[in-house]
């Protein structure tokens, strides 16, 4: 329970900050440069409550294996993100918890930013291979099977 509300904590707060800032969170992805112009818009309108689902999903632990393969596949397009950023020589905060765009050179923290996500799939990797407890509403809605050796 602590690990699917700890990914759930990390989702409501990234996801509320970007959507109380729509603006900041169109820079951040923009800041990218990786997508056509035609989709920095939408994608920027749609993580905040994308991220703020996969939160609310968490909290009451409902269908919690997939949204942890859901967290672990968008982590992934964070780091990759944050990675080719870094290769690339841009100089732009990641816009993880709001905010984001471009910094001055000598300010980006990629290094901890790619640590920090790895850390996060650890999370949805174990609710991945454990999705179920006692207190989720996948829990009461299919508990676990007791197999009976007679």
Same mark, same amino acid.
């Given at each position: +329970?602590?690990?699917?509300?700890? %990914?759930?904590?990390?989702? @409501?707060?990234?996801?509320?900050?970007? !959507?109380?800032?729509?603006?900041?969170?169109?820079?951040?992805?923009?800041?990218?440069?990786?997508?056509?112009?035609?989709?920095?818009?939408?994608?920027? !309108? $749609?993580?905040? =409550?994308?991220?703020?689902?996969?939160? +609310?999903?968490?909290?009451?632990?409902?269908? $919690?294996?997939?949204? !942890? $393969?859901?967290?672990?596949?968008?982590? $992934?397009? =964070?780091?990759?993100?944050? !990675?080719?950023?870094?290769?690339?020589?841009?100089?732009? *905060?990641?816009?993880? =918890?709001?905010?984001?765009?471009?910094?001055?050179?000598?300010?980006?923290?990629?290094?901890?930013? @790619? %640590?920090? *996500?790895?850390? =996060? +799939?650890?999370?949805?990797?174990?609710? @991945?291979?454990?999705?179920?407890?006692? %207190?989720? %509403?996948?829990?009461?809605?299919?508990?676990?099977?007791?197999?009976?050796?007679?």
């Amino acid at each position: +329970m602590l690990v699917r509300l700890g %990914l759930a904590a990390v989702w @409501i707060v990234s996801g509320g900050a970007k !959507a109380v800032d729509p603006s900041q969170t169109y820079l951040a992805v923009r800041a990218y440069d990786v997508l056509p112009d035609s989709l920095v818009h939408p994608v920027a !309108a $749609v993580l905040p =409550f994308v991220e703020l689902a996969l939160g +609310m999903l968490l909290v009451v632990g409902l269908a $919690v294996r997939w949204v !942890a $393969v859901a967290s672990a596949v968008l982590l $992934v397009v =964070f780091i990759a993100g944050v !990675a080719q950023s870094w290769a690339r020589g841009l100089t732009i *905060d990641c816009g993880c =918890f709001g905010g984001g765009g471009q910094v001055a050179a000598g300010r980006t923290e990629y290094p901890l930013e @790619i %640590l920090r *996500d790895l850390g =996060f +799939m650890v999370l949805a990797g174990w609710l @991945i291979v454990r999705p179920r407890g006692a %207190l989720s %509403l996948d829990g009461w809605l299919r508990p676990a099977r007791v197999v009976r050796e007679d």
